[in-house]
Nanobody, 116 residues
Framework: QVQLVESGGGLAQPGGSLTLSCAAS????????MGWYRQAPGKQRELVAR???????NYVDSVKGRFTISRDNAKNTVSLQMNNLKPEDTAVYYC??????????WGQGTQVTVSS
């Protein structure tokens, strides 16, 4: 069974840091792009950051300079280092994996809350 398992969410103070991790397991196939999305209450899900197999990255403007996405192709993992967190970063964060010739995969979501 193919699945994505996320970890690392939680509560952080403004200015604090958290690291999210996502591991793909099972007959995952050939992964192309891996990414993180988030959805805040009452808002649409938005792309936060994504990284290609070759390591090219892109970020939503609101997190540039604060968040860093990375991946380990051998382990089929993707991480999101989040620094200088702000209350507006509060959301459920979802891991996303795109694959050749197979449907994309979504993680179950992990809550990130930034509050003093």
């Amino acid at each position: 069974q193919v699945q994505l398992v996320e970890s690392g969410g939680g509560l952080a103070q403004p200015g604090g840091s958290l690291t999210l991790s996502c591991a793909a397991s099972g007959s995952i196939g050939s992964i192309t792009t891996m990414g993180w999305y988030r959805q805040a209450p009452g808002k649409q899900r938005e792309l936060v950051a994504r990284i290609t197999r070759g390591g090219s990255t892109n970020y939503v403007d609101s997190v540039k300079g604060r968040f860093t996405i990375s991946r380990d192709n051998a382990k089929n993992t993707v991480s999101l280092q989040m620094n200088n967190l702000k209350p507006e970063d509060t959301a459920v964060y979802y891991c996303n994996v795109e694959r050749y010739w197979s449907p994309e995969l979504w993680g179950q979501g992990t809550q990130v809350t930034v509050s003093s």
